[in-house]
Nanobody, 123 residues
């Protein structure tokens, strides 16, 4: 059974950093695309970043380019999202999800979802 579990969220001050983890079980990440999405309060879920396991290609939403970095550790079967220079507008519940590659940042491309982890950026 495919399962994704996010961790690493929390409260951070503006300008700070967090690293989110997406641990997969039941399937090898290297054959799938893994995306990070977020849903701010009262807003729709939006794509943040994704990485395609087969060729390692990565994509970022314009709002996070230069601040967020996605990476994969195949030995740990985990995808990470390093978030730097965090802003108040990054506050959201962050989800990871899996898709058959190639995939981009559209919610409908993804089949399995984690339960989400809260990120709050506030002073």
């Amino acid at each position: 059974q495919m399962q994704l579990v996010e961790s690493g969220g929390g409260l951070v001050q503006p300008g700070g950093s967090l690293r989110l983890s997406c641990a997969a079980s039941g399937f090898p990440l290297k054959y799938y695309a893994i995306g990070w999405f977020r849903q701010p309060p009262g807003k729709e879920r939006e794509g943040v970043s994704c990485i395609n396991g087969k060729d390692g290609s990565a994509y970022y939403a314009d709002s996070v380019k230069g601040r967020f970095t996605i990476s994969t550790d195949n030995a740990e079967n985990t995808v990470y999202l390093q978030m730097n220079s965090l802003k108040a507008e990054d506050t959201a519940v962050y989800y990871c999800a899996s898709a058959i590659p190639p995939a981009g940042l559209r919610v409908y491309e993804y089949d399995y979802w984690g339960q989400g982890t809260q990120v709050t950026v506030s002073s």
